[in-house]
């Protein structure tokens, strides 16, 4: 059976007072979760993070990652300097990167690999736009932003990294894929590993992002190929995020 993994995405916010306060109190109630977790926090707060979570069993990760090894890249931040923060986790593709900064599949593919080139688990985003889901290409948005990463990383790549399925409609809306609808989605998305690689399908974690809070994230992970979520609003309430791991 595969393992729960439930993620926090902080996005842009935080302070340095605020984080103390939520990351102790995460913290604390880590030690008896019976799920993995992680906190992906602004690249400001990685040192914070360490300081606050080494040697617990909560992880921490960063938001986003360079697509490039180092050089005149003003403004961005390597893989390698990602681990000497001692991140385990990053984010990539995800969905307001792909909108807001014109990230492509094709540089998605590539921050995916320096990632992992570097050691770190990149957790790869895939998901529809409200119009691609009304258009009914849903399969084939999601099909494309994946293979991406497989024909440029292969298909093994996957067993060193987790996918997160999130309905771009659902982020921040209020509005959520119901469990059936985000179980088809994660079904396709596993069966289409399943095409080059059963045993890499079998064991790869598929997250649900998409306004998962407490009320909800129950009857979501107990769907057959829902392996834990990636969390936005509620990982930065530690009775909601705490709660939401303890769904998992």
Known sequence: MRAKLVAGNWKMYGSLAANLTLLTRVKEA?????CASVVFVPFP???QARAALSGSALAWGAQNVSEHGQGAYTGEVSAAMLMEFGCRYVLVGHSERRALYGEDDATVAAKFAQA????????????ETL??????????VVTRQLDAVINGSGVAALSRAVLAYEPVWAIGTGKTASPQQAQEVHALIRARVAQSAAAVAEELQILYGGSVKPGNAKELFTMPDIDGGLIGGASLVAE???AICAAA
């Open 30 to 34: 880590a030690a008896t979760f019976r």
């Open 45 to 47: 707060y990685l040192a």
């Open 240 to 242: 909601d995020f705490v």
């Open 131 to 140: 119009a691609e889901r009304e258009g009914g290409v849903t399969a084939a």
């Open 116 to 127: 992992q080139r570097a050691g770190l688990i990149p957790i790869l985003c895939v998901g």
